[in-house]
């Protein structure tokens, strides 16, 4: 009880119980949806953060990822009736293998090789879903995409007529993933993770394997990409090739992450949240300009990495800083 | 003490191209010494460190740590196996606290924070830097930044360190503080090998040294010893023991 007297304790306790009764308050689908959509890209830019920020290699094509996750558990829903809840599982360990086999060649080269191996395995793998019509028997859709047999109402199978319970189900996911995230950052990991990014060679000296290292990293990241892209396929219950492993998915959740803050435990979350509510804003008031919220990111990215490379996350750790220091004296008055 | 060979070099050599950087060297050094390698600017002496610690593979010859062949070893497994190293230009995690750097290194032994807390605090307390330990790393001043690099490869627990011109660009009082480090690791039990341009430091630290000039060795002994060979002085001075170099 001591410890949640501190406001370093019980701010971040309000900021989820918060978050957690929003639908109380926000009855439209067209918000819930909105929301869901904003937590599902801070989930993303904090899930490529992992390999992207924390060891520090550009990953450009987790669209795949995303692609490999949904695609899985959609097909083993629709053909052979696995729920998505247990596809959620296999979807990520699909991605995950697929992040092993890209970054294992490549992950030993150093440089932009990574981040372009990354660029041409996503957009192989469109081409092959956009290609693709078939599988065996079962009906992949190609250019197509692919639908998902909508049941109604039917929870066992990740599927609501309520946009309620998938805020939920994103706000646990994210939530599960930030934990993650700040554990690997305080842990051995996390530790050679860094020492990795600020300096291989000095990595490599300490007797860090940092091939194995960044591996491990680029393996949990598409791993949570994958199941992030099975919630993607149960929320929007159609895939389309182009837009779930296209650039557009793969370049936003890098334009997120660097805008919040790469290599933090927060930073990535926050660019999700803050840019996803810009541009939801502006495809409202500047409806007639397609992709402008792309172009704006673009311009944003730019911006930061010239002008504030440390992110979004240094406004935010001022502004927690003077807010915790100012409930802290106001506590101390109190008690005097 | 016992002349149990720690570190030996065979014939060593490495060629880039058609340029000879190291050239048949061989010497070894035992356990419990501090072995100096000195030599002029270009000599060769941190390219025998890239080779002793796998950044490069000699083109002949062969490296044995403690009996073991380490010749193809990668660079963190020839950590693993016991030698730290130190870089010329140090290289330190700037953005984070000392005390984490050495963190990092302390880790090599263990999967616990509080572990590898525990012992790098101990590195920082036997190296002079445990006043810094909350300090970013770039913030140091260059002696403590020299003294990190050594916290840092000692936090791996190494049997055998290799100083890469720790006091190079340091003040006379800087070296003589510097030089009691060296020392205090040393009488903890760790196996020394230094290359030095501060001529005066090497000797006064050093029980042997072993000089090399265009990647040969050309004289091997003593401090004293070696400073009168005459090749030595070739080397250092030029043709016509012009003015001194250092």
Same mark, same amino acid.
């Given at each position: 009880?001591?410890?949640?007297?501190?406001?370093?304790?019980?701010?971040?306790?309000?900021?989820?119980?918060?978050?957690?009764?929003?639908?109380?308050?926000?009855?439209?689908?067209?918000?819930?949806?909105?929301?869901?959509?904003?937590?599902?890209?801070?989930?993303?830019?904090?899930?490529?953060?992992?390999?992207?920020?924390?060891?520090?290699?550009?990953?450009?094509?987790?669209?795949?990822?995303?692609?490999?996750?949904?695609?899985?558990?959609?097909?083993?829903?629709?053909?052979?009736?696995?729920?998505?809840?247990?596809?959620?599982?296999?979807?990520?360990?699909?991605?995950?293998?697929?992040?092993?086999?890209?970054?294992?060649?490549?992950?030993?080269?150093?440089?932009?090789?990574?981040?372009?191996?990354?660029?041409?395995?996503?957009?192989?793998?469109?081409?092959?879903?956009?290609?693709?019509?078939?599988?065996?028997?079962?009906?992949?859709?190609?250019?197509?995409?692919?639908?998902?047999?909508?049941?109604?109402?039917?929870?066992?199978?990740?599927?609501?007529?309520?946009?309620?319970?998938?805020?939920?189900?994103?706000?646990?996911?994210?939530?599960?993933?930030?934990?993650?995230?700040?554990?690997?950052?305080?842990?051995?990991?996390?530790?050679?993770?860094?020492?990795?990014?600020?300096?291989?060679?000095?990595?490599?000296?300490?007797?860090?394997?940092?091939?194995?290292?960044?591996?491990?990293?680029?393996?949990?990241?598409?791993?949570?990409?994958?199941?992030?892209?099975?919630?993607?396929?149960?929320?929007?219950?159609?895939?389309?090739?182009?837009?779930?492993?296209?650039?557009?998915?793969?370049?936003?959740?890098?334009?997120?992450?660097?805008?919040?803050?790469?290599?933090?435990?927060?930073?990535?979350?926050?660019?999700?949240?803050?840019?996803?509510?810009?541009g939801e804003i502006t495809r409202v008031v500047f409806n007639q300009i397609m992709g402008l919220h792309?172009?704006?990111?673009?311009?944003?990215?730019?911006?930061?990495?010239?002008?504030?490379?440390?992110?979004?996350?240094?406004?935010?750790?001022?502004?927690?800083?003077?807010?915790?220091?100012?409930?802290?004296?106001?506590?101390?008055?109190?008690?005097? | 003490?016992?002349?149990?060979?720690?570190?030996?070099?065979?014939?060593?050599? #490495?060629? $880039?191209? =058609?340029?000879?950087? +190291?050239?048949?060297?061989?010497?070894? !050094?035992?356990?419990?010494? @501090?072995?100096?390698?000195?030599?002029?600017?270009?000599?060769?002496?941190?390219?025998?460190?890239?080779?002793?610690?796998?950044?490069?593979?000699?083109?002949?010859?062969? #490296?044995? $740590?403690? =009996?073991?062949?380490? +010749?193809?070893?990668?660079?963190?497994? !020839?950590?693993?196996?016991? @030698?730290?190293?130190?870089?010329?230009?140090?290289?330190?995690?700037?953005?984070?606290?000392?005390?984490?750097?050495?963190?990092?290194?302390?880790?090599?032994?263990?999967?616990?924070?509080?572990?590898?807390?525990?012992?790098?605090?101990?590195?920082?307390?036997? !190296?002079?830097?445990?006043?810094?330990?909350?300090?970013?790393?770039?913030?140091?001043?260059?002696?403590?930044?020299?003294?990190?690099?050594?916290?840092?490869?000692?936090?791996?627990?190494?049997?055998?360190?290799?100083?890469?011109?720790?006091?190079?660009?340091?003040?006379?009082?800087?070296?003589?503080?510097?030089?009691?480090?060296?020392?205090?690791?040393?009488?903890?039990?760790?196996?020394?090998?230094?290359?030095?341009?501060?001529?005066?430091?090497?000797?006064?630290?050093?029980?042997?040294?072993?000089?090399?000039?265009?990647?040969?060795?050309?004289?091997?002994?003593?401090?004293?010893?070696?400073?009168?060979?005459?090749?030595?002085?070739?080397?250092?001075?030029?043709?016509?023991?012009?003015?001194?170099?250092?």
């Amino acid at each position: 009880m001591a410890r949640l007297a501190s406001p370093r304790y019980y701010l971040p306790v309000l900021l989820i119980l918060l978050l957690f009764a929003l639908p109380l308050f926000v009855k439209s689908p067209y918000y819930l949806h909105i929301m869901a959509m904003v937590l599902f890209w801070a989930y993303m830019a904090t899930a490529w953060n992992i390999v992207g920020g924390f060891a520090g290699q550009l990953s450009l094509g987790h669209g795949a990822y995303v692609a490999a996750g949904a695609y899985t558990s959609s097909l083993l829903f629709a053909y052979l009736g696995i729920s998505p809840w247990f596809g959620m599982f296999i979807g990520g360990l699909v991605a995950g293998l697929m992040g092993f086999l890209v970054g294992y060649p490549t992950l030993r080269l150093r440089g932009a090789y990574y981040a372009l191996a990354t660029v041409g395995f996503a957009e192989g793998f469109r081409v092959i879903l956009t290609n693709t019509t078939h599988i065996g028997k079962w009906k992949t859709g190609g250019a197509e995409g692919f639908m998902i047999p909508l049941l109604g109402n039917a929870p066992q199978h990740m599927q609501f007529i309520s946009k309620v319970p998938y805020y939920y189900l994103i706000l646990v996911l994210f939530l599960i993933l930030v934990l993650i995230c700040r554990w690997i950052d305080g842990s051995k990991l996390g530790y050679y993770l860094t020492a990795l990014r600020e300096d291989e060679d000095a990595a490599l000296a300490l007797g860090i394997n940092t091939a194995r290292v960044k591996l491990v990293a680029a393996t949990l990241s598409a791993f949570f990409a994958g199941v992030g892209g099975v919630f993607y396929a149960q929320l929007i219950r159609y895939l389309e090739p182009n837009a779930i492993a296209g650039p557009i998915m793969s370049n936003q959740i890098v334009f997120l992450a660097i805008v919040g803050g790469r290599g933090t435990v927060l930073g990535p979350a926050l660019g999700g949240l803050v840019l996803t509510l810009i541009g939801e804003i502006t495809r409202v008031v500047f409806n007639q300009i397609m992709g402008l919220h792309l172009f704006l990111y673009g311009l944003l990215v730019v911006l930061f990495v010239i002008f504030k490379p440390r992110g979004l996350i240094e406004f935010l750790e001022v502004l927690w800083n003077r807010l915790v220091n100012l409930l802290e004296r106001r506590e101390g008055k109190h008690a005097a | 003490m016992p002349h149990r060979a720690l570190l030996e070099l065979r014939n060593v050599t #490495i060629k $880039f191209g =058609g340029l000879i950087a +190291v050239n048949d060297l061989s010497f070894t !050094v035992n356990e419990g010494e @501090i072995v100096g390698l000195i030599g002029p600017n270009g000599a060769g002496k941190t390219t025998v460190f890239n080779l002793i610690s796998g950044v490069y593979r000699p083109t002949k010859g062969e #490296i044995y $740590f403690n =009996g073991e062949n380490i +010749v193809g070893l990668k660079p963190y497994q !020839v950590c693993q196996k016991g @030698i730290g190293r130190t870089f010329q230009l140090v290289k330190p995690f700037g953005n984070k606290t000392v005390l984490y750097n050495v963190m990092v290194g302390a880790f090599l032994h263990t999967n616990n924070t509080h572990v590898s807390r525990e012992k790098a605090l101990e590195v920082l307390k036997l !190296v002079g830097l445990h006043h810094r330990k909350d300090m970013l790393a770039k913030n140091l001043t260059i002696v403590d930044r020299k003294k990190l690099e050594v916290a840092k490869a000692l936090a791996t627990e190494p049997k055998l360190l290799l100083l890469d011109e720790v006091l190079a660009g340091l003040n006379p009082a800087e070296v003589n503080e510097a030089i009691e480090v060296i020392k205090r690791i040393h009488r903890a039990g760790v196996t020394i090998l230094l290359i030095e341009h501060v001529l005066k430091a090497a000797m006064a630290l050093s029980q042997r040294v072993v000089v090399i000039d265009y990647g040969r060795k050309i004289a091997e002994g003593p401090p004293e010893e070696v400073t009168n060979n005459p090749e030595v002085i070739k080397a250092y001075l030029g043709e016509r023991y012009g003015a001194a170099r250092n």
